[in-house]
């Protein structure tokens, strides 16, 4: 399969990411739908003029006090519609541009259902490919769930295995030595597996692989596949989104924006952390400010380790701090 190479400014980089992103595009399509070459047809001499000229007539046809008068014999129909073409040629309808106005308008009107076409198919297109990276990447996300609950020595010792069969009957014997029967029901083992596999043909060890890498992995691929813009189309194209537990990364045609849940003062939220990767260094910089500018306006904490400057984070310790509780100033900072 053939891939088109995007132009990306990448914010985070991960050489885990860059050796999956390699074998997923051997599972999965991340080709974009071929941009039409599409002429736009060009307006004929006095195309205007013919227009309003048409626009009046239409207007004398529907006018109330005509239709007072207005007979349905063949003889007044037609004296009538002579009547409104004098009248439009007296007001200067240029009738000999009639004809190539007309042209005009069918050429406009196909020109314009080829860009709505391509625009469908595209979307289409890419969402289903983004589905599929969606449902590859879920492999990789069971090793971490596994990884989480059984340890790093287990699925290492997994991974030794030589195949995905073999690895998933390893997790699920310590699975079912650590926890009891209904506690290794509920991991995905089998997945898991499958995901070491990957791991292993992409090079990457099982121990190593973070949350963070398959971040970045999908904005990658989710850029790649991203539909083309089409020159002179006014609407854009659908944003993709993928999910990876309390992450999301939502893609469109300026880049791809981390998002995770995070506690707000009025509950749990999922907010937009992070810029991941754009088209270009504007389109980072225009995402970023749009980030900042979002969580400038909402004091929150990041369900993640290691975030301690939270405007939410500070609010509370600016509260509970030194042994006082100033409720006061709390709802003051907080509003």
Do not use: C
């Not at 029901?185 to 973070?210: C, F, K, N, S, V």
């Not at 009025?266 to 504007?282: D, E, N």
């Not at 969580?295 to 369900?303: I, K, Q, R």
């Amino acid at each position: 399969m053939t891939t088109h190479k995007t132009k990306m400014h990448t914010v985070r980089t991960s050489a885990i990411a860059d050796a999956l992103l390699v074998s997923l595009r051997t599972a999965v399509d991340l080709s974009r739908e071929p941009v039409p070459a599409l002429t736009v047809p060009t307006a004929p001499e006095q195309y205007a003029e013919v227009k309003a000229g048409l626009h009046r007539m239409a207007e004398q046809f529907v006018d109330p006090a005509r239709a007072e008068t207005r007979r349905t014999s063949v003889d007044d129909v037609a004296r009538e519609f002579i009547d409104v073409l004098a009248q439009a040629g007296r007001k200067g309808l240029p009738f000999e541009h009639l004809g190539s106005a007309l042209e005009y308008d069918d050429q406009l009107a196909a020109y314009r259902s080829r860009q709505d076409q391509y625009a469908r198919s595209s979307n289409s297109r890419a969402q289903a490919n983004a589905d599929e990276v969606q449902f590859w990447v879920e492999d990789l996300l069971a090793v971490l769930r596994v990884r989480h609950v059984l340890g790093v020595e287990a699925v290492a010792d997994a991974a030794e295995a030589g195949n995905k069969l073999l690895a998933s009957s390893a997790l699920d014997l310590v699975a079912r030595e650590k926890l009891n029967s209904s506690g290794a029901q509920g991991l995905p083992i089998l997945a898991a597996g499958r995901g070491l596999m990957l791991l292993r043909d992409a090079g990457a060890e099982a121990g190593a692989l973070e949350l963070a890498d398959l971040e970045v992995l999908v904005a990658l691929a989710g850029l790649e596949l991203f539909p083309a813009a089409l020159p002179g189309y006014g609407l854009g194209m659908d944003a993709l989104s993928f999910t990876l537990d309390t992450s999301q990364v939502r893609v469109d045609a300026r880049g791809a924006v981390l998002y995770r849940e995070a506690q707000t003062a009025q509950g749990r939220s999922v907010l937009p952390h992070s810029v991941i990767a754009g088209v270009s260094k504007q389109a980072v910089k225009e995402l970023q400010a749009g980030v900042d500018s979002r969580l400038d306006n909402v004091p929150h904490n990041f369900a993640e380790a290691g975030i301690g400057d939270s405007t939410l984070e500070q609010s509370r310790r600016y509260v509970q701090g030194n042994g006082g509780l100033n409720m006061l100033e709390f709802s003051k900072r907080m509003g």
